[in-house]
């Protein structure tokens, strides 16, 4: 049975680097069906995309959040991470990592079948 | 960015009712539609993708439809644990995904 968990700092000073691992067991993150997901949800914004990476380290991202995220994979360890940069008080949330089925025809990447419990992040000094 | 709006933000009802729930989306996102379920301090479950199909392993009172711009899902005989918030996303390809910002099913 396929598990994500998430793993990082609970809390992170403002603009400093949020990092945040996601470990993946019960299925292979090479699977060529799945991209890889992160997702937050705050009180005040809902449910929001931040990106998501292949097991080759093709990356999708959010364009509102484009210029501050990295998303990378480790194969070797069948985990994937996140980096945020410049965190700010609106960068406090829940964070999630999901699996995605990659859709074939046309070529996209879709809804986000499983996911980790999530762990919550703020951003305080 | 599609914007995916939910109507009513919040429903009251009871055990045994069927619910209705809207998701509209501000342009056409053909059948690229997904229904999750969240309940307090857990992450969202899958419950439909694809606008109508269910995920396996969710009970068939759950059944979603539309196209287009207007999609529902429906529960047929709601059921105690289906007291939760329920949020429609979009995955159109070429447009980053987006979330509804929820229904909440209360007890009547």
């Known amino acids: 049975q396929l598990q994500l968990r998430e793993s990082g700092p609970g809390l992170v000073k403002p603009s400093e680097t949020l990092s945040l691992t996601c470990t993946v067991s019960g299925g292979s993150i090479s699977n060529t069906a799945y991209y890889w997901a992160w997702i937050r949800q705050s009180p005040g914004k809902g449910l929001d995309w931040i990106g998501s990476v292949f097991h080759s380290g093709n990356t999708y991202y959010n364009p509102s959040l484009k210029s501050r995220v990295t998303i990378s994979v480790d194969t070797s360890k069948n985990q994937f991470s996140l980096k945020l940069k410049s965190e700010t008080a609106a960068d406090t949330a829940v964070y999630y990592c999901?699996?995605?089925?990659?859709?074939?025809?046309?070529?996209?990447?879709?809804?986000?079948?499983?996911w980790g419990p999530g762990t919550l992040v703020a951003v305080s000094s | 960015d599609i914007q995916m709006t939910q109507s009513p933000s919040t429903l009251s009802a009871s055990v045994g009712d069927r619910v209705t729930i809207t998701c509209r989306a501000s342009q056409s996102v053909s059948s690229w539609l997904a229904w999750y379920q969240q309940t307090p301090n857990k992450a969202p479950k899958l419950l439909i993708y694809?606008?109508?199909t269910l995920e396996t392993g969710v009970p068939s009172r759950f059944s979603g439809s539309g196209s287009g711009t207007e999609f529902t899902l429906t529960i047929n005989s709601l059921q105690p644990d289906d007291f939760a918030t329920y949020y429609c996303q979009h995955y159109k390809p070429s447009s980053p995904a987006t979330f509804g910002q929820g229904t909440k099913v209360e007890l009547k």
């Open positions: 694809k606008a109508s």
């Open positions: 999901a699996r995605q089925p990659f859709l074939v025809v046309p070529p996209a990447i879709g809804y986000f079948d499983s």
